[in-house]
């Protein structure tokens, strides 16, 4: 059942409590109790090491290709692949590109990790600060080869009963299922008949998010706060209560009642500067990343008849709002997931792109993802959050590079690329494609570090590995997960590389 959000936020929220029979409490109220009982669950489940993490799905629609983020050879000499002029990670001459990698960390890593991304207050760090918190999947079957096919599919395997999307929603208590903003093809479907809410993208979206619940009125801020603070005292009292109840963990949940009444009457007292100062922290970043792009030897050595200027200029349409949206839900427990599109630097056709247009956009828009996810990590970090978060970077399949004399790249359905992003992922790890004697967009090896066969890698084999690391069950039970948890962390049942 395509179970979308039919009713608005408030008649859902009134209808629950009139079904479950109790005294009528207002949007705001049962927002706000939401949120405190949801901590009081999370800090129980959490401490018995049973919640589901959040999940995080960053969407890249078309396919682009991911030579330039993805390790393709991690631990094989890249002068063992046959050559191809579309498939390149360093600027050779304006007519020439060619794929070497760069060893970092004891991976060879496509030649624009080595570089440094913009930091959030000023200065620079190291690109490779990402690795250590990233599984990268290559040659996993996305199922369809169509955009419109793979990017539904994106959202609900073949065969499962639930959604991607929903895996951590279903699990977790939290005041809204599922937030999605603008994502293609997007399905959604609960196994508990949870609705999700399809955010538009605009200047105040936190405000267009919550106001059904709180009622806000820009015209009467006393109001807001005598009604918000109403809210919070009543669900405060339920809170002293869990807390003082023999819940294993409840301690734990915030170090004092006023740090929680604060943080509350903060965050809804003034939606739009909350939303507009993480707008603005994310702009900067994409601004500072494209400013210095053309600092980067190997990739941006010539201007190529403009072509990088032009890039320098591009825009990331939307791309600091849904940072921003996603940072503010999940810091203050709105919702576990979230899903965003990541739109491209230019409408440009991959299908026959000259070689160093394709090198220059990819680099750049890597360059821009790093920096902006390397923040939201610190920003989570310093929450207690990130090791409870998972993103799931990719697009709905991979590529075929065309041979030597075309340009560009086709369709790979049988060769999708996957990055999963978490604290809970401590270590480097590459599985999947990962040969030098394989080529891009090809299927993965079907044995495990045992020579055991179980089938080429399929949406199967994803779903499951997300469930494993999200901590909710799995959906599929003919395929195993390709990850395992030993003593506290993940590793493949793949052959690949666990760098400690």
Same mark, same amino acid.
């Given at each position: ?16 409590? =009139?079904?479950? &029979?109790?005294?009528? #409490?207002?949007? /705001?109220?049962?927002?706000? !109790? %939401? ?5 009081? *669950? ?103 080869? =169509?955009?419109? &096919?793979?990017?539904? #599919?994106?959202? /609900?395997?073949?065969?499962? !009963? %639930? ?5 951590? *929603? ?118 500072? !990343? ?211």
């Amino acid at each position: 059942m395509n179970n979308d959000k039919k009713l608005s936020r408030r008649q859902l929220m009134e209808a629950s409590v =009139a079904m479950a &029979g109790v005294t009528y #409490l207002s949007p /705001l109220e049962l927002m706000v !109790s %939401s949120i405190l009982d949801g901590l009081v *669950a999370k800090a129980h489940a959490q401490t018995l090491g049973i919640q589901a993490r959040n999940y995080v799905f960053m969407q890249l629609p078309g396919g682009p290709p991911r030579w330039t983020w993805c390790p393709f050879t991690p631990f094989d000499d890249y002068r063992n692949l046959a050559t191809n002029i579309n498939v390149g990670t360093r600027y050779i001459s304006t007519s020439q590109i060619q794929y070497i990698t760069k060893n970092i960390n004891g991976i060879n890593m496509p030649w624009l990790w080595q570089y440094d991304v913009a930091k959030a207050g000023g200065g620079e760090r190291p690109m490779s600060e990402l690795m250590d918190d990233t599984l990268f999947m290559r040659g996993v079957d996305c199922g369809n080869p =169509a955009h419109t &096919g793979a990017q539904a #599919l994106q959202f /609900l395997p073949q065969g499962a !009963s %639930s959604t991607f999307t929903a895996f951590s *929603a279903d699990q977790n208590p939290n005041p809204i299922a599922h937030i999605d903003m603008g994502t293609s093809r997007s399905i959604w479907k609960s196994s508990n008949n949870k609705t999700r809410v399809n955010l538009p993208t605009n200047s105040s979206m936190l405000k267009s998010l919550l106001s059904p619940f709180i009622g806000i009125s820009s015209s009467n801020f006393q109001a807001n706060k005598n009604k918000i603070d109403q809210a919070i005292k009543s669900s405060m009292a339920s809170l002293s209560e869990s807390t003082a109840s023999d819940h294993p963990g409840a301690s734990a949940i915030i170090s004092s009642q006023k740090d929680a009444t604060d943080l509350m009457r903060r965050s809804f007292n003034d939606l739009d500067k909350e939303f507009s100062d993480r707008v603005n922290k994310y702009e900067d970043l994409v601004r500072r !990343s494209k400013d210095t792009f053309s600092n980067l030897p190997g990739i941006t050595d010539a201007n190529a008849g403009g072509m990088r200027d032009a890039y320098k200029n591009s825009q990331f349409r939307n791309l600091s709002r849904y940072f921003a949206v996603t940072e503010y839900v999940l810091v203050n427990g709105y919702s576990s997931s979230l899903s965003f599109r990541v739109r491209g630097i230019t409408p440009f056709d991959e299908h026959d792109l000259d070689p160093l247009k394709s090198l220059m956009g990819n680099s750049m828009l890597n360059r821009v993802l790093a920096a902006c996810i390397l923040e939201l990590k610190d920003t989570l970090a310093a929450k207690g959050i990130w090791d409870e978060t998972l993103i799931n970077l990719s697009g709905e399949f991979g590529r075929y590079s065309r041979s030597n004399g075309e340009k560009g790249s086709h369709h790979a359905p049988q060769g999708g690329t996957i990055s999963l992003i978490g604290g809970a992922l401590k270590g480097r790890e590459v599985i999947g494609n990962i040969k030098a004697s394989r080529a891009w967009g090809e299927k993965a090896p079907n044995t495990d570090k045992e020579g055991k066969s179980f089938g080429h890698l399929g949406q199967g084999h994803l779903a499951n590995t997300i469930s494993t690391i999200l901590r909710t069950p799995h959906l599929f039970t003919a395929v195993p997960s390709l990850v395992k948890e030993v003593n506290g962390k993940f590793e493949s049942i793949l052959p690949g590389g666990r760098l400690k």
